[in-house]
């Protein structure tokens, strides 16, 4: 069983107005490094195993934020990096609302491969991939961090959920926002979506606890009836 913690990166100067994608020297802005403050102080607590980040800047200054202190390098992997959206990239959002390709980009993602860049599906395969083998590196027991992108995190989020790609735009990653999810031998448990605050210590599991331990025959993967008791 393994812990996987993405992390978005923090707001930049083009987030929102812009479609950054893979423009380089895109910084975090004040607001963006204030909220990679926030992030590291909420994780401060937490031991991490590894922080991976995607290799643009914005991600890089996030996971190193969260990095700072901990005598641990910030790890890159270019799978975890933004799609890359070819003709779209750096080009106003509000523009690009008015594409023929948008409406599909939101209702059937699956289908899209963006003019001279990537498709979704693709996205989410590398991110995918990726994150298996993290898991399978690390071991279980092992909790990690990931500073990703949104559409990327909300990639494997749908994968997690058992979503088919379409339904991915239901989901939302804020700038420096937490998602945890447990990867157990049966199934993922999605723990924090989007989580802008609050405590984490319950993301490791308590020493000695059936979650801790995570062996081919426990009961690690199954759903609790009921609800449960909850983590912490």
Known sequence: MTTLLLARHGLTPLT???????????????????????????????????????????????????????????LTDERFGECRYGEWTGRPLGELAEDPLWPVVQAHPSAVTFPGGESLTAVQHRAVTAVREWNARLGPGAVYLVCSHGDVIKAVVADALGLHLDQFQRITADPASLTAIRYTPLRPFVLRLNDVGGDVTGLRPREGSEEAGGGENSTVSDAAVGGGSGTT
């Open 16 to 74: 929102g107005p812009v479609l950054a994608g893979w423009t380089p020297g895109v910084h975090l802005s004040d607001a963006g490094r204030a909220q990679a403050r926030a992030l590291a102080l909420r994780l401060a607590s937490l031991e991490l195993d590894a922080i991976v980040s995607s290799p643009l800047e914005r991600c890089l200054e996030t996971a190193e934020a969260v990095a700072a202190g901990r005598g641990r390098r910030v």
